[in-house]
């Protein structure tokens, strides 16, 4: 029988199992992407890490939810790093659960890809623990946490906390997978495809410009304005410029 000094010890959880069942309580209940990102965000925090990401690759478009900057993913996804990402790659590649970057490793990959990583890095993301997530119909996933910090010793971490973050990567995917389904998938593949002048538009249309005035601002026709736009409406399901001006605006995809 235990005294009152070893009932409270064996009544004490490990910090990090604390705060996995935190999160794994916590996820019941999200039903947006929003909350999805709050609680990723507190979990990533909460072990020491600035960021995380959650990618999801179906075919040539992919699903995100993170905190990372988004003039960091937009610029991703308008040049396609995905595809030329080794952090990706690998965890197309791979099962288990990886740490990748900081100070004492070589660079990896090609010079492509190590000037990716070095622009990455400008944004804060230097380092980072991977969990590679298989779906089905050769679906892959990835949720990463992701820290600027060069002296973090992530093979350590990744060794001591290997089964809490991978558990806290397969939670997420499950959740959000059961959670936001089909539409979610739909809604950020065509928040993805956005281009870089369609945006550009949408943001001069926020501004009060017209289509004439932007023709001058962007150095394009009038009507290339109006096909920008028209396909950005399209893209977001609205139906005026002015409804797609105020979906763009409220999703952050002119900020």
Not at 210 to 237: C, M, S
Request: proline share 3%; aromatic share 10%.
């Amino acid at each position: 029988m235990l005294g009152g000094d070893g009932l409270a010890i064996a009544n004490r959880m490990n910090p990090i199992e604390d705060v996995f069942q935190e999160f794994a309580d916590a996820i019941q209940t999200a039903g947006d992407v929003n909350a999805f990102e709050r609680l990723a965000t507190r979990l990533a925090q909460r072990l020491g890490f600035q960021r995380f990401a959650y990618l999801r690759l179906t075919g040539e478009a992919p699903v995100l939810i993170s905190s990372y900057p988004k003039s960091w993913t937009r610029r991703y996804f308008d040049l396609g790093y995905q595809k030329l990402d080794p952090v990706v790659l690998r965890a197309k590649a791979e099962r288990d659960l990886f740490s990748w970057g900081g100070r004492a490793r070589a660079p990896m990959g090609s010079r492509a890809q190590r000037q990716f990583f070095d622009e990455a890095a400008t944004f804060g993301i230097r380092s980072g623990i991977t969990v590679p997530i298989r779906g089905g119909f050769g679906q892959t996933a990835a949720f990463t946490l992701a820290t600027s910090d060069r002296e973090v010793d992530l093979d350590r971490l990744a060794g001591e906390w290997r089964d809490i973050i991978h558990q806290a990567g397969l939670y997420f995917h499950a959740h959000v997978d059961a959670r936001l389904g089909a539409p979610f998938v739909t809604r950020q593949l065509t928040e993805s495809e956005l281009t870089q002048r369609e945006r550009q538009c949408l943001a001069w249309t926020a501004q009060g410009k017209t289509v004439a005035d932007i023709a001058v601002l962007v150095a394009i026709a009038p009507r290339t304005v109006v096909f920008h736009l028209e396909n950005a409406r399209r893209k977001l399901g609205a139906a005026s410029i002015a409804q797609c001006v105020a979906i763009a605006l409220r999703r952050g995809l002119l900020s």
